[in-house]
């Protein structure tokens, strides 16, 4: 028996969700950030 396994099978699915919501708030702070520059400079106006 492979004992380095978790026995919960839906502890993977939480990690993932995890993961992705991470991962995807890092996206947005780089958007919105990314948008703030171009605005300094006056590259993208609003």
Do not use: A, C
Not at 5 to 33: A, C, E, M, W
Request: glycine share 4%; charged share 25%; no cysteine.
């Amino acid at each position: 028996m492979n004992e380095t396994r978790t026995r919960d099978p839906d502890l993977g699915k939480v990690v993932l969700y995890q993961l992705s919501y991470h991962r995807n708030s890092l996206l947005l702070k780089n958007i919105f950030f990314s948008q703030k520059r171009l605005q300094r400079y006056g590259v993208l106006y609003t």
